[in-house]
């Protein structure tokens, strides 16, 4: 059995090289491949595996490990804070699709129990296929992934109860009062025993254990933990994937959850692509080439119902459309514990041989094809909100006007504009405050909104993707605008109609990726600052003030650092520059504010003494002291201590003459 076992990993991962390597090559997503290579090896393809099953069980480990990280990213808390979503909107969505479905298939003939259990079973979607491709985009803290965690979380703890439920469907008998109150009290002490232990207990026990400082036992203890409160969840009758998400849940609280997450995800993508290999071994292409009049429109269907249904369900949870749209998409195939689920209505009576294989068949295409659908997703919501759907649709009707329209602060006009308040965001809007500019906020998340309105912020409730949003932030006589969040695909729409609207406007856009930077510029933005460049930049800096290298002259390598390293970024994108962008950037000339230190060896000194143009090679365009602003100040100004002095010049220049202006002796 070992040797049969071994046999069947070492064919499964020679054939998946090969076809993954393909598929890269081909530009195919690396799901459809492993897909593909489960029919080829599977009893359907070419039979090269034996036994099915011991397959079956190393997918489920896959399906374990991955559930078990997505805990580990995501944090009790964090789940709190979308509780509402998750009760709501997974009932929601869950309903409508049985619902729906029952209906169909009643009127296609079929008896009341089978109609209600496949519904069942098209209401589950892929947890493992969406939360893959989310964190591969770095979408998991965005609106639409929140909100299509939030369902699938609740999709995968209702297997249970549908599981207890399918065997009353097939007619039967079973003690439901007394399975209920069992189920509801053992999953009461499990929601406790997770708290005790995320609060007090595991914190603890991985600190005794990190301090052995013993890599093998730290990994050991977290596949152990991970492993140990899975079997328990299945002990009680939840799932085991029900379980691992919970057991990621509780490491989430403690500082050791990096470490957990960066030791356990090189096992995880290697079960988790088993289990999609075993997925695809499910498939017999003899019924899709007997029956593909049946399979394909029915695919097609299944994918079309489920986008619309999970939508509107969206939508009512007052959501903007294209965050619906996103979602629906997103949840528009059929899931993996519906194959478990669809075992149980066999031996229940509830799926005929044939109704079966067509489920099957349908299931593992729809599949698929959400590489492809999740692709498109982003096109498909820009072309939703070109239709003429009410305003109060596509902004999200939850919030009411008055939310939108807050009263705005007044004198708005060369003024800043936030979009997005998270960390990047607040620390904008503090030195805003601070150097005394004019500024508006536009935030999706309600709670954020009206708890900084209380404080006096200004902001409001909207999502900055939509024109009617920017209209209301000024954006046609805003001077900036700063994009600031984590959704990468509405980033770029917001930058596009945020030069659409006002091509004078400087746009300067956060992103994660230097990838990004180059799509960005093309859609308009003015500035694009990358977090892995800008990580790179404090590291270094750090790394030379503890080899004490002068702090100046760090400044001034950061600076040239920079100049060079995003010009090389800029100039994959061919620019005009207007008349009215001088202001801000003429080739490589910048226009720096540095404020006079007390100490600074100019105080006292002209202008025509301090010797900037001939020396530094930078020019005095003005200089602010106090409220009063001197434009094109003439030689013989008199510079004193606080004075902001507005310079003209290269990067390099202005870093330089940034010293005289903070030091002694120059």
């Known amino acids: 059995m070992p040797t049969s076992l071994l046999t069947n990993i070492v064919i499964i991962l020679i054939l998946a090289i090969g076809v993954l390597y393909l598929s ?3 530009r195919i997503p690396s799901i459809v491949g492993l897909l593909v290579t489960g029919v080829l090896v599977g009893p359907h393809g070419l039979h090269l595996i034996q036994s099915i099953q011991q397959v079956e069980t190393l997918a489920e480990i896959g399906v374990v490990l991955l559930l078990f990280t997505i805990g580990l990213e995501f944090s009790l808390r964090s789940l709190l804070k979308i509780r509402h979503t998750i009760l709501v909107g997974g009932t929601l ?32 979607s892929s947890t493992a296929i969406v939360l893959r491709y989310l ?32 065997p009353l469907l097939g007619g039967a008998a079973l003690k439901i009062n007394q399975s209920f109150f069992l189920l509801l009290a053992q999953g009461i002490g499990l929601v406790v025993l997770v708290i005790v232990a995320a609060e007090w207990v595991i914190p603890w026990v991985f600190f005794q254990i990190a301090r052995t400082r013993s890599r093998e036992l730290f990994l050991l203890s977290v596949i152990t933990l991970c492993l140990a409160v899975a079997w328990l969840t299945a002990q009680i009758g939840l799932s085991l994937a029900l379980g691992a998400f919970l057991a990621g849940l509780i490491i989430s609280e403690s500082e050791f959850n990096h470490e957990a997450l960066s030791n356990i995800v090189p096992f995880r993508d290697v079960f988790t692509s088993i289990f999609f290999i075993s997925i695809g071994m499910l498939l017999d292409l003899g019924v899709l080439f007997r029956d593909p009049i049946m399979i394909i429109p029915g695919t097609i269907g299944v994918i079309v119902l489920k986008s619309i249904l999970a939508g509107l369900t969206v939508t009512f949870l007052g959501f903007p459309l294209r965050t619906a749209v996103l979602v629906g998409l997103a949840l528009s195939q059929v899931g993996e514990f519906s194959f478990v689920l669809s075992k149980i209505g066999l031996d229940s009576g509830l799926l005929p041989g044939n109704t079966y294989q067509l489920f099957l068949s349908i299931s593992v295409l729809s599949m698929a094809a959400t590489p492809f659908i999740l692709k498109f997703a982003p096109r498909g919501s820009n072309l939703a909100l070109r239709l003429p759907f009410p305003s109060r649709i596509k902004l999200g009707w939850k919030y009411s006007q008055a939310d939108l329209l807050s009263p705005r602060q007044p004198a708005l006009g060369s003024h800043l ?51 009617a949003v920017l209209d209301h932030a000024g954006v046609k006589t805003a001077k900036v605008m700063v994009v600031a969040i984590s959704d990468p695909i509405a980033t770029r729409r917001i930058t596009a109609l945020a030069h659409k609207l006002n091509p004078r406007l400087y ?102 003494e301090t010797g900037f143009r001939e020396k530094y090679r930078v020019t005095v365009l003005a200089i602010r002291r106090g409220t009063n602003l001197q434009p094109n100040p003439e030689a013989g100004t008199i510079i004193e201590a606080h004075d902001l002095v507005i310079v003209l010049g290269l990067p390099k220049d202005i870093s330089r003459v940034a010293s005289v202006f903070h030091h002694i002796g120059n």
Request: proline share 4%; glycine share 6%; aromatic share 8%.
């Open 507 to 608: 746009v300067i856009v956060r992103t994660r990726f230097v990838r990004e930077i180059k799509p960005l510029l093309d859609l308009g933005a003015n500035e694009v600052i990358p977090e892995e460049f800008e990580t790179s930049v404090e590291i270094f800096s750090r790394v030379l003030s503890k080899y004490l290298i002068p702090r100046n002259e760090i400044e001034k390598f950061i600076t040239e650092v920079r100049s060079d390293g995003y010009e090389m970024f800029r100039s994959l994108a061919v620019k005009t520059t207007e008349t009215a962008d001088l202001g801000f950037h003429l080739d490589n000339l910048e226009i720096s504010a540095i404020r006079v230190s007390d100490q600074s060896s100019v105080i006292g000194k002209s202008l025509a």
């Open 417 to 467: 504009i936030i979009a997005g308040f998270g960390v990047n965001g607040r620390n904008v809007s503090r030195a805003a405050k601070m150097a005394g500019i004019p500024y508006i906020i536009i935030e999706m998340n309600p709670e954020t909104v009206r708890n900084k309105q209380a404080e006096g912020e200004p902001i409001f409730f909207g999502d900055s993707a939509h024109e």
């Open 135 to 166: 964190q591969e985009r770095s979408e998991v803290d965005t609106p639409h992934g929140r909100t299509t965690l939030s369902i699938l979380i609740f999709q995968d703890i209702m297997v249970v109860p549908l599981i207890l439920i399918t």
């Open 24 to 26: 890269n090559r081909s």
């Open 93 to 124: 969505q869950m309903l409508f699709t049985v619902l729906a479905v029952w209906g169909i298939s009643r009127l296609a003939g079929l008896p009341q129990g089978e109609s209600i259990f496949i519904g069942f079973l098209i209401s589950l």
